[in-house]
């Protein structure tokens, strides 16, 4: 699954909802704060879209699709092989952001800023000095509808950095770092094109009311140990298996009986999702059947 698919939420629809959650990096946004960067985006997608309509000469659209934190090397992995990155330097924060998109899209609209009609070679490849240019153009109207919409959330100076074509290397953030990566989808003329935009969770969560606790390795696995120690789970009590001939299965019958290999004398294996985890003779507690562990399972 593509970076852009885990944030728009492509799923199977029976398939359940799981958020995956770093104890390591346990900042988290919050609906008010979800909410608050849904508002800003938004208004950004729109002005942006008002831009690319005004500079590439046909009507196109920005369309905010969802915003969400990962580590750099989450949306790292996701990204294509080749694609256009623009790194963006913020004031104060090591950590690089990063506005995304095919090459190939960036090219067709430098074709209609040309007076060409858009079409272009569907391969992706880097930009040449005067694409370079003119996407640097682009790049930045794009920031300053960016400053304007973020307003107070965005209160560093923001400018291009450099250009990449290979996220691999790239190396904009630190491999842990955590990033808000916002996905759009940007229409111009028949064409739709997925784009991100990625900035240093460091320049934001703050004015978002967010403070993120970077923790040790060890208080990590406390906190999942902690969390693991009262979850429920289902214990089995199983007799040692009796192989049975299909014939056998085959021809059963209501009333019929199988004779169990296993010995009366021998205990039982206690199992959590099949897996033994104790020995356990039958017993009681009470009025009811019960079992007895009498040798535990050392955990491998």
């Not at 309509?53 to 989450?74: G, M, N, P, W």
């Not at 007076?115 to 930045?140: D, M, P, S, W, Y």
């Not at 291009?160 to 990566?181: K, S």
């Not at 693991?228 to 009796?242: C, G, Q, W, Y």
């Amino acid at each position: 699954m593509t970076v852009r698919e885990r944030l728009v939420g492509v799923r199977d629809s029976t398939d359940p909802i799981v958020e995956p959650y770093d104890f390591l990096r346990p900042a988290t946004l919050g609906r008010d704060q979800s909410r608050m960067l849904e508002l800003v985006f938004e208004t950004f997608a729109r002005q942006w879209g008002t831009q690319l309509t005004a500079k590439v000469r046909v009507v196109s659209h920005v369309t905010f699709l969802s915003s969400q934190l990962h580590s750099y090397d989450e949306y790292v992995s996701g990204l294509p092989e080749t694609s256009a990155m623009v790194l963006l330097a913020l004031d104060g924060v090591p950590a690089r952001g990063i506005l995304q998109f095919p090459t190939s899209a960036a090219l067709g609209w430098i074709g209609r800023m040309l007076g060409g009609n858009g079409k272009t070679e569907a391969r992706e490849r880097g930009f040449t000095q005067i694409e370079q240019a003119l996407v640097r153009r682009l790049a930045e109207d794009a920031l300053e509808d960016l400053r304007y919409s973020m307003g107070t959330l965005l209160p560093m100076s923001l400018s291009i950095e450099a250009f990449h074509y290979n996220p691999q290397f790239a190396q904009a953030a630190g491999t842990g770092d955590l990033m808000v990566v916002t996905a759009f989808e940007i229409e111009v003329g028949e064409r739709t094109t997925p784009a991100t935009l990625v900035l240093p969770a460091d320049a934001l969560l703050p004015q978002l009311g967010v403070v993120e606790t970077q923790q040790s390795a060890h208080v990590a696995a406390e906190y999942l140990r902690g969390h693991l120690i009262n979850a429920p789970v289902e214990l089995s009590l199983r007799f040692d298996s009796t192989p049975v001939a299909p014939s056998v299965v085959l021809g059963l019958a209501e009333g019929d009986v199988l004779r169990l290999v296993h010995p009366q004398h021998r205990p039982l294996s206690l199992t959590v999702d099949g897996e033994v985890v104790a020995k356990a003779a039958v017993g009681s507690h009470g009025t009811r059947l019960a079992c007895v562990v009498i040798d535990a399972q050392e955990a491998s």
